[in-house]
Each structure stands twice: as C-alpha cells, then as structure tokens.
C-alpha cells in the first residue's frame, strides 16, 4: 500500500516539475534568442555605418580592422 502511494505521489511530483520547468525553460530561450537577434542587429548597423563611411572616403582600413577582429571572435 505504502509503495503504491509514493508511486503516484513521486509521478505527481515529476508531473508538477515538468510543468513549471518547461514553461520557464521556454520563456529563457526566448529571451536568449531576442539577444541573440539584438546583439546581431546592432553589429549589423556598425558595419553598415563603417561600411557607408569608408564608401564616401574611400578608406577602407576601418571597416577591414573592425572585421578582423569580429571575424576572431
């Protein structure tokens, strides 16, 4: 009888766990995602901006070191 209750007690405790666990885990990777996707916009718009100055200036030497070095990370 004793072994038949902790069964079911220990599957509602798995049940309860996974059901604050996977939605917690979902909003996390959401969140990391929506970083991801900013941090990447916002390198997009330096090169962009060093891009158009080294189109007007001809200079090239700022936009080349600066993808060198995102290129190393």
Known sequence: MRTRVLTVVLAFAVLAVAGFAVPLLVVTATQRTEQLVAARTAD??????????????????????????????
């Open 44 to 73: 997009l718009d330096r090169f962009a901006g060093l891009a158009a100055q080294a189109a007007e200036s001809g200079d090239t030497g700022a936009l080349t070191a600066e993808v060198t070095r995102y290129a190393a990370l």
